[in-house]
T-cell receptor, first 113, second 114 residues
Framework: GAVVSQHPSWVICKSGTSVKIECRSLDFQATTMFWYRQFPKQSLMLMATSNEGSKATYEQGVEKDKFLINHASLTLSTLTVTSAHPEDSSFYIC?????????FGSGTRLTVV | EDKVVQSPLSLVVHEGDTVTLNCSYEVTNFRSLLWYKQEKKAPTFLFML????IEKKSGRLSSILDKKELFSILNITATQTGDSAVYLC??????????????FGKGTHLIIQP
């Protein structure tokens, strides 16, 4: 149980375009999902907390107009990187809260060229 | 499909006890295994292991990797209530197409009782 599917696994896009990443809880409902970005030295930075039916809560320093989060249903949250630039290239991973723990998706490697 | 399995799922011990957390994996194109401690929202990085048999230590925490048997353990000695957290194991592997990615286990919820 508690499976989270993240799609796509890997995407390459041109600078200036937008990319949408999906995070789905397959066998449970998640009112809360978290979006992380992996930085060098393996640290994971929390970008935002996505709450179903309401606006996402962004961490300090994360541009909400650049990283659009939508949590329209209890099983799906999306992160859209708008007008992507090479510095946005990174590994993005989501985690869905089961009520007692967070279950991670498989991550998305974004490369902006 | 890549898999990371942690055991136990949860563990309750008394302060001062020593605990061993387990992580086994099945991945292709293994690059490294990572341990994180999650207390609040963002996991805190603990260790990265790439070579078999070399113990990494940080204070009361230590970890070792066995690439032949495909598992790692995280030891915490003289546990304190502040060690209570979810401990996550993740494996970094090369995905198809050349990209790398993290596969997380479901974590071990450790509770240290005073």
């Amino acid at each position: 149980g508690a499976v989270v599917s993240q799609h796509p696994s890997w995407v390459i896009c041109k600078s200036g375009t937008s990319v949408k990443i999906e995070c789905r809880s397959l066998d449970f409902q998640a009112t809360t999902m978290f979006w992380y970005r992996q930085f060098p030295k393996q640290s994971l930075m929390l970008m935002a907390t996505s709450n179903e039916g309401s606006k996402a809560t962004y961490e300090q320093g994360v541009e909400k107009d650049k990283f659009l989060i939508n949590h329209a249903s209890l099983t799906l949250s999306t992160l859209t990187v708008t007008s992507a630039h090479p510095e946005d290239s990174s590994f993005y991973i989501c985690s869905a809260w089961t009520g007692t723990a967070g279950t991670f998706g498989s991550g998305t490697r974004l490369t902006v060229v | 499909e890549d898999k990371v399995v942690q055991s136990p799922l949860s563990l309750v011990v008394h302060e001062g006890d020593t605990v061993t957390l387990n992580c086994s994996y099945e991945v292709t194109n293994f690059r490294s295994l990572l341990w994180y401690k999650q207390e609040k929202k963002a996991p805190t990085f603990l260790f990265m292991l790439t070579s078999s048999g070399i113990e990494k230590k940080s204070g009361r925490l230590s970890s070792i990797l066995d690439k032949k048997e495909l598992f790692s353990i995280l030891n915490i000695t003289a546990t304190q209530t502040g060690d209570s957290a979810v401990y996550l194991c993740a494996v970094d592997a090369l995905l198809r197409g050349g990209a790398d990615g993290l596969t997380f286990g479901k974590g071990t919820h450790l509770i240290i009782q005073p």
